[in-house]
């Protein structure tokens, strides 16, 4: 399974929302599509999903054009795009039921769909009278319910609560066990870092990095560890251990560590720390890899 | 094979929308008090049973025309503009289904709970001139049929318009403003000009109820000068029968094409 975006290209007017974007998502793991507001992350998930026509180029669904062979490219994508609005006096089953009949699907699990986002209870229910963050579980369920192997999602945590977020995360954690490519954007960086495989990372319009969270960890890790003690630190001794660059007192028990580069450096200083005598709790990384990732090829910039 | 499937599982849902929002009954609630006024107006200040039996018939075509309308408006006004206003195009456009499909699949169900109201509305006419007369004229089932053209026509007509905008009572707006005022000036203008407006939806529905004129079916002049008086002089034009239906077919075919090609690159921004 894999989708590809051949030379893709989406403009209006003088604006170019996707500026040949070529990419190749292949096989059974998650990618996270990250951007700032306006990046063009929408518009790619679009273009794959026959909402909008690329201006040129080619948006390649396990080989077959979504353009042209529309019913051959769509066959086994479940996609949520935005937050969709449904037929407001059909219950969460007919909806689904609806999907499955349109989509001439063999797999088609309503119940398990339903109870995989939590709103089996309100399976005979009119979706009008239902809050937005129930119309997106009903909208992922819709996503889920022909047990696709490729899913389409943009931002599938919008409008839910924090509960509610930890829930879906579940279930794309899930799915990922059952081998199913997920392409995900979303503006959550702790969501990607935990649900995602590989980070993709798209500004106006053009494509800035494509790589494994694992690769990207390494290559952006920190140079700075943020240590928490049960007793109170003397920050001067720290200063004198080998390798330290600075330290910085966040609190009595808590300080922050920069040293020169490397995994081993990190490693050693917490050694030393051990046997200083300091009681270490909690020592980690200041700052997620992603997110300096994130910073350093963004900025703090939207295009809003 | 598998789209005909598809339009029909479209039209089955479609359709039950439609039912559940009360769309259907309330027309149907407001056909029964249209058809409860006839009778009453007719039955209290005159006799049907004495008069002719064309001129008991026509009483109840001539509202056949706006019935039709109405209907049109009610079931394919936001027909498509509400996929988008409603963005319910989110959740039915990204599978495999071709766009036709969608489009015809919705078309159906808005004909089939139109003619139901249409049906409804026109076999009560039957039944009350049955009533009187003992019998039924033939006008009256050709009118029923010109009905049946108008309502297909119109109806892709204003399907064509639902996919213009992305705003369902902006469409119905539009539609209701063209039928009621825009194709009624041009058809007065036209009038004025010496010019036959064939190319009117409204003059072509004309047919509806020119069908009981005369001694026999199509026993009406095609056009009259009428001297209006300082030199000016109108031309009333009537269509022929089957220039009516041509027209009407006309529409049908002209916006089916572009509805559906309209429609086929609509994008959801």
Known sequence: MYMEAVSLTKKYGNFYALRDLNVKFEGAKCIGYLGPNGAGKTTTLKLFTNLLNPTSGEAIINGYNVKKELKKALKDVGTLIETPGFYSYLTPVELLNMLCEIRMANKCDVKNALEEVGMYEWKDKKVGKFSKGMKQRIAIAAALVTNPEILILDEPTTGMDPRGMAEIRQVIKNLKKEKRMILMSSHLLPEVTEVCDEVAMINRGKLLLYESIDKLSEKFRGNSVVVTSMNEIDEQKIMNLEGVKSVEKLSDTKIKIDFEDGAEMQYRILSELITMGIKVVDYRASGMALEKAYLQMIGGETNE | ?269
């Open chain 2, 1 to 269: 094979m598998s789209d005909l499937k598809q339009m029909w599982i479209m039209t089955k849902y479609q359709f039950k929308n439609y039912m559940r929002a009360k769309r259907l009954y309330i027309l149907l609630l407001i056909t029964s008090l249209v058809i409860a006024l006839i009778v009453s107006v007719n039955v209290y200040f005159g006799n049907p049973s004495e008069e002719d039996i064309k001129s008991t018939a026509s009483s109840f075509a001539n509202f056949s025309e706006i019935l039709v309308v109405l209907t049109a408006l009610f079931f394919g006004g936001d027909a498509i503009a509400g996929e988008y206003q409603n963005k319910t195009g989110y959740f039915l456009l990204p599978n495999p289904i071709r766009r036709y499909v969608i489009y015809w699949g919705k078309y159906l169900a808005s004909l089939l709970a139109s003619l139901i109201v249409l049906l409804f509305y026109l076999i009560s006419g039957m039944l009350y001139t049955f009533y009187f007369h003992g019998t039924i004229p033939s006008e009256y089932l050709y009118s029923m049929l010109y009905s049946f053209v108008f309502l297909v026509s119109l109806l892709a007509f204003t399907y064509l318009f639902s996919t213009f905008f992305k705003n369902g009572a902006v469409a119905l707006t539009i539609v209701a403003i063209l039928y009621f005022f825009v194709f009624n000036i041009i058809d007065g203008v036209s009038q004025i000009a010496s010019v036959e407006p064939w190319f009117s939806i409204t003059y072509a529905s004309g047919i509806i109820t020119l069908v009981f004129q005369g001694s026999y079916m199509g026993d009406y002049p095609h056009s009259q000068v009428i001297h209006a008086g300082k030199g000016l002089t109108i031309t009333a034009y009537n269509p022929y029968l089957w220039e009516g239906v041509a027209i009407m077919l006309g529409y049908f075919v002209i916006s089916a094409i572009i509805g559906t090609l309209i429609f086929q690159r609509k994008e959801m921004k």
